[in-house]
């Protein structure tokens, strides 16, 4: 009776337990489809983060089986070698990832040098709207601007093919709109990554004279891999980091991963 009680409420342990994996996967599929339903904004970080619900939700579903499997696949030598290491990389993988977090968490605390020149990185703009993304830059560029009246800023973005107007030239008039004198302000409008933003502000402030130390704004799990950039370039460089909406955060924040884990590679 007792090992019948013990099954028993091991059976509704597991159910509990893949109910949970179900739901979590359910939920993470939602928001990292809300951005593409919402937004039409559709990115390595949202079809990852998909991906990786949706295996999720499978195992979750063929729980039993998946274990029974692996079980019989444990009793031989080339099976252990696998499953040690499809461990090790979910191990490693999981270590990563905490490893990126706390130094994107720490880097959006790099306070800048008083009266920095701030370069505003790009991100899409719907005509003179920026995109909710984009304003968050330049939020956090004004209010540094107004605490600093000395500083000039350089809005760094080129113009995409379905943008009717470059990046650099939307924030600018974001900018003068919410009250920043436009001989303040330089535009950088060639640029389409994020090295070339950086790269190519830096050449704006040479040629005008500004100062050479640097308050990049962008959003805040974006700080570190920018500030990775202004290291390789040789650039003082501080964080005025945007806040990020939390339905945006799940995308941006799985694909800033996968691009930080490319600059570490390449």
């Known amino acids: 009776m007792k090992n019948a009680k013990e099954d028993g409420l091991l059976k509704q ?13 359910m939920a993470g599929c939602v928001g990292f489809i809300m951005p593409f339903l919402t937004r039409r904004i559709l990115n390595i970080g949202n079809l990852s983060g998909l991906g990786i619900c949706a295996v999720l939700m499978l195992y979750a579903v063929l729980m039993p089986w998946i274990h029974q499997w692996i079980r019989i696949f444990w009793q031989k030598t080339a099976g252990k070698i696998v499953l040690g290491i499809l461990a090790a990389g979910l191990a490693a993988g999981l270590v990563l990832a905490v490893v990126m977090t706390f130094l994107m968490v720490r880097a959006a605390y790099v306070k800048p040098a008083p009266d920095a020149t701030v370069v505003v990185l790009g991100c899409k703009a719907y005509g003179e709207r920026p995109s909710l993304t984009l304003e ?10 107004n605490a600093n009246p000395e500083a000039a800023c350089v809005v760094s973005g080129g113009q995409g093919v379905d943008e009717t107007l470059s990046e650099a030239q939307c924030m600018y008039l974001y900018l003068v709109n919410h009250g920043i004198a436009p001989e303040r302000i330089y535009r950088e409008d060639q640029s389409t990554t994020t090295r070339e933003n950086i790269a190519f502000s830096y050449e704006i402030i040479k040629a005008n004279g500004l100062n050479e130390k640097l308050a990049i704004a962008t959003n ?33 924040y799985a694909r800033e991963l996968l691009a930080i884990l490319y600059e570490w590679i390449f």
């Not at 968050?136 to 601007?145: G, S, T």
């Not at 501080?238 to 806040?243: D, E, F, H």
Request: charged letters at 20%.
């Open 136 to 145: 968050e830059r330049l939020r956090a560029a004004i209010k540094y601007l």
């Open 220 to 252: 805040n799990y974006h700080e570190y891999r920018a500030g990775m950039i202004a290291d390789d370039l040789g650039l003082e460089h501080g964080a005025v980091p945007g806040s990020t909406a939390l339905w945006l955060l799940p995308t941006y």
């Open 13 to 25: 342990f597991q159910v509990m337990i893949r109910l949970i994996l179900f739901l979590f996967g």
